[in-house]
């Protein structure tokens, strides 16, 4: 990579020109993700990012905006999507049996190396697909991608990570017991038992499970608070260190918009990948009971206003959506940018991005 002053403008030719290998590299994965999903029988779509629920994951923050009436006859808020997702599964609900978008999504207040405000989504759902088949197509997907470009091994960071081996399919009391030490199952059935609901188990047990290890933990935390703490201090940096990791079994108190697991409904049909301790992607064995996903959608923007003093209005149309027939199915959303990095060795998300927005 050519060295640039950090000075320099990214229109300025240098910084183009240090940024060029890694804009190659972009413009030839997203041919081969349309030509992946195309020869798999999946169409490619494209839905408005402007929605009157731009996605209701309790720490996502959102742009709004005003959609303003012709002729002045009014005007109302709507956001700019944080994911696809919502308009997605409605064209599932219409009949499309398989789909893909590269959306332009939109999260506030995220930046960093490895976040930008403006991204790109790749997100894709099947219907009749297995939770495991899903697990096969994404690894079968960044496979196709790593060859395409030449390459052996993923990079991030100081990790080498080969594609090309069976990949780890590790569940979340696997990972807890592996480098916690935590008997995660039997932490959250006394948290479940202390709480009387699954959906908001007590956090106290796995605090104080978790303060041993010697996390400080908050009184004013949920359960959530702690797993992730202990998750990301304990076990994040060392999932996919040499070959990509399906993080699976979340508990069904993070499941998100995915269903429980069948054989044990503590947890959730939702994986994580990782590769060299970065997350590329979150996938779910979908939910499709509308009356659980209002549940759900309630007490998510119940702790959103709790926690940042404000809620988004929940999307009408796809629970009726899902009251007319959504088919059982299983969906991926993939951070594209982050994919290109691991595989041309970027260190920071601007380097892949033709131009960022508005840089400070």
Known sequence: MVEVAPSLPWFHPEALAARRPFLAARARLLGTVRAFFAGRGSVEVETPALQVSPGLEPHLKAFATRLESPFGQGARTLFLHTSPEFAMKKLLAAGEPALFQLARVYRNGEVSPTHHPEFTMLEWYRAGQTFTALMDETEALVKAC??????????????????????????????????AGLDFPALLDEAVALSGDAREPDPRPLARAVEALGLACSPDDRFEDVFFRVLLDRVEPFLGAERPCFLHGYPVCMAALSRPDPLDPRFAQRFELYAGGLELANA????????????????DMAIKEQLYGERYPLDEDLLAALHQGMPECCGAALGFDRLVMVCTGATSIDQVLWAPVAPA
């Open 146 to 179: 790593a060859v395409s470009l030449g390459i052996t091994h993923l990079r991030w960071k100081d990790h080498v990570v080969d594609p090309f081996v069976p990949w780890e399919r590790l569940s979340v009391s696997e990972a807890l017991a592996r480098h």
């Open 284 to 299: 779910f064995g979908e939910l499709t009971d509308p009356v659980e996903q209002r549940a759900r959608f309630e007490a």
